[in-house]
Nanobody, 125 residues
């Protein structure tokens, strides 16, 4: 069993930065981990994912070049560094762990087994 908790959300002006953290109990260091987000009235969407070793990373096109996912397995923590934030980045951000193998479905929420409660990110203009 893996328990996941996100933190680091908040209110920031457009162009600013935030770093989200995903702390986990259990063996998250053995699992691929992803970040998803859901804006009001919209579907949940994939943001980024990182393999258990950190060797393989995937980003949504909308965040490439602005967001960086990383992990520190010694601390059982995955990070999402968000730079050059835009108002359209406003959403609840969720961290999730995937106990399966990394594959072409890594961007699908259904692939993931453990989810956090989310942290709100609000970007003002």
């Amino acid at each position: 069993q893996v328990h996941v908790v996100e933190s680091g959300g908040g209110l920031v002006q457009a162009g600013g930065s935030l770093r989200l953290s995903c702390a986990a109990s259990g063996r998250i260091s053995s699992y691929a981990t992803g970040w998803f987000r859901q804006a009001p009235g919209k579907e949940r969407e994939f943001v980024a994912a990182i393999s258990w070793s950190g060797a393989t990373i995937s980003y949504a096109d909308s965040v490439k070049g602005r967001f960086t996912i990383s992990r520190d397995n010694a601390k059982n923590t995955v990070y999402l560094q968000m730079n050059s934030l835009k108002t359209e980045d406003t959403a609840v951000y969720y961290c999730a762990a995937d106990v399966g193998n990394w594959g072409p479905t890594i961007q699908l929420g259904a692939e993931y087994d453990y989810w956090g409660q989310g942290t709100q990110v609000t970007v003002s203009s």
